[in-house]
T-cell receptor, first 115, second 113 residues
Framework: DVKVTQSSRYLVKRTGEKVFLECVQDMDHENMFWYRQDPGLGLRLIYFSYDVKMKEKGDIPEGYSVSREKKERFSLILESASTNQTSMYLC??????????????FGPGTRLTVT | AQTVTQSQPEMSVQEAETVTLSCTYDTSESDYYLFWYKQPPSRQMILVIRQEAYKQQNATENRFSVNFQKAAKSFSLKISDSQLGDAAMYFCAARGTASKLTFGTGTRLQVTL
């Protein structure tokens, strides 16, 4: 079974702190993704990576950065946390295969509260 | 780029009954893929069913099936013989040739006895 793990289920940080959210997958997937999930807004893509050291902005990258130094690990960084970044953060991974008919596998999520 | 719309924030169904969740989408791509994901309370998101746009036949997975109307850009999910374990948030999603998914806002499904 594919396993995607996230470093914390719940996290509370103060405004202005630098926050690291870690995601690890064990299936040698090329693609990794970070989403935030908010009620009434669904999932919105923050950043994704299709290879080590490669990244692309998603729909809402402002205030976030990412790092992918190893294939299995994808980190989301909030350089200076703000209250409007309080949200559920979901990591996902997927293989890169011809045709595109592949699913994304999700981690359990990190509920981040910024006070 | 794609847009995905789920117009039903909440739905309710009685156990053993059938329910249909609606989804419409828009895309500028000729090749695309459609998905329904399920997010149970406090549990991980999992894939329910997927459909390749070039296939006319509707996908089916056990009690889950889709009604794919390509001209109308509609992709609804039908759950037959609903069970208590079907209670969850359901997200419709679309992907074109790029790797990223676009999600709808979700439908919360309640299953009552």
């Amino acid at each position: 079974d594919v396993k995607v793990t996230q470093s914390s289920r719940y996290l509370v940080k103060r405004t202005g702190e630098k926050v690291f959210l870690e995601c690890v997958q064990d299936m040698d997937h090329e693609n990794m993704f970070w989403y935030r999930q908010d009620p009434g807004l669904g999932l919105r893509l923050i950043y994704f990576s299709y290879d080590v050291k490669m990244k692309e902005k998603g729909d809402i990258p402002e205030g976030y950065s990412v790092s992918r130094e190893k294939k299995e690990r994808f980190s989301l960084i909030l350089e200076s946390a703000s209250t409007n970044q309080t949200s559920m953060y979901l990591c996902a991974s997927s293989p890169e295969m011809a045709g595109g008919f592949y699913e994304q596998y999700f981690g359990p999520g990190t509920r981040l509260t910024v006070t | 780029a794609q847009t995905v719309t789920q117009s039903q924030p909440e739905m309710s169904v009685q156990e053993a009954e059938t329910v249909t969740l609606s989804c419409t989408y828009d895309t500028s791509e000729s090749d695309y893929y459609l998905f329904w994901y399920k997010q149970p309370p406090s549990r991980q998101m999992i894939l329910v069913i997927r459909q390749e746009a070039y296939k006319q036949q509707n996908a089916t997975e056990n009690r889950f099936s889709v009604n794919f109307q390509k001209a109308a850009k509609s992709f609804s999910l039908k759950i037959s013989d609903s069970q208590l374990g079907d209670a969850a948030m359901y997200f419709c999603a679309a992907r074109g040739t790029a790797s990223k998914l676009t999600f709808g806002t979700g439908t919360r499904l309640q299953v009552t006895l």
